[in-house]
């Protein structure tokens, strides 16, 4: 995972969520998976500018805690927190290598992690310390570039973002660029990992149940734009979500 490339994004990652698919799908259908957090404790991994974070806590969460592997999305993300505070905590760490947390949490997230493990060992790495540090039975809830995605499909400007393959291939999947269509643009590559590798790691961990749970767009995606222009989102889902037991 590249920290250097997120420490240089910094607040303009909060942008992110202001672009139709993130706006119209992302948020509402992540939030959605994870469903009622009241009185549950939430581990947050890469957390970014702590956008997911601030969100559980402010649904009831009684502890939230972020860690992201950049020290400036950190800085970020405890500026808001300094800005309107809610009680979350962060701290900056890598997830294939985290240290032990000292408690286990109810629920554990991860918003764009799991596609940045370097291979699949990485990615063995990530699921154990997820599930190490989940109690019994908490849950583990995944959002992630889709395997299925198709590169040769209608392009995903409109919404947002712009998804094109490097024409490298990873051990776990091919090497995308994605292009947030911001003012300016912000580009970063990372990797689409096969659905078996996501499986077959998060199982080798002892998760268990795990299933794929399909991103939709939400009611108010539909009103603002009209279904029509949603059309090649639903044709060709960017991407897709996952949930598993520990």
């Given at each position: ?5 997120y420490?240089?994004?910094?607040e ?9 698919l ?12 994870v ?5 549950k ?17 402010r ?6 805690l972020g ?11 405890r500026?808001?927190e300094q800005?309107?505070?809610?009680g ?13 947390l000292?408690r286990r949490?109810?629920i ?5 992690l799991?596609?940045?493990a370097?291979d ?7 699921c ?8 019994p039975?908490?849950?583990f809830?995944?959002?992630?570039q889709s ?7 209608p392009?995903?400007?409109k919404?947002g ?8 291939e ?12 911001l003012d300016?643009?912000i580009e ?5 990992p ?5 499986e077959k790691c ?6 268990g ?9 939400s009611d108010a995606g ?5 279904a ?6 639903l044709?060709n ?7 598993c037991r520990?």
């Amino acid at each position: 995972m590249s920290a250097q490339l997120y420490d240089e994004i910094g607040e303009a990652f909060e942008g992110f969520k202001s672009l139709p698919l993130a706006h119209y799908a992302e948020v509402p259908g992540f939030l959605a998976m994870v469903g009622d957090v009241r009185g549950k404790s939430v581990l947050d991994m890469a957390s970014g500018t702590g956008f997911y974070s601030r969100e559980f806590k402010r649904r009831g969460a009684t502890e939230v805690l972020g860690i992201d592997i950049s020290g400036e999305m950190v800085a970020v993300a405890r500026q808001f927190e300094q800005a309107a505070p809610l009680g979350v905590r962060y701290e900056v760490g890598d997830v294939s290598d985290l240290r032990p947390l000292g408690r286990r949490f109810d629920i554990a997230t991860a918003v764009q992690l799991l596609n940045y493990a370097e291979d699949i060992a990485a990615t063995e790495r990530m699921c154990q310390a997820v599930h190490r540090s989940l109690a019994p039975g908490g849950e583990f809830f995944v959002l992630a570039q889709s395997p299925d995605y198709r590169f040769d499909g209608p392009p995903l400007d409109k919404y947002g973002f712009r998804c094109e393959p490097t024409g490298e291939e990873a051990e776990t999947g091919p090497r995308v660029r994605i292009t947030a269509l911001l003012d300016p643009p912000i580009e970063f590559v990372t990797t689409c990992p096969r659905r078996e590798v996501y499986e077959k790691c998060l199982r080798a961990a002892g998760f268990g149940e795990v299933t794929w749970v399909p991103l939709e767009v939400s009611d108010a995606g539909v009103r603002a734009f009209g279904a029509d222009f949603w059309a090649d989102f639903l044709a060709n889902p960017p991407l897709e979500m996952l949930r598993c037991r520990a």
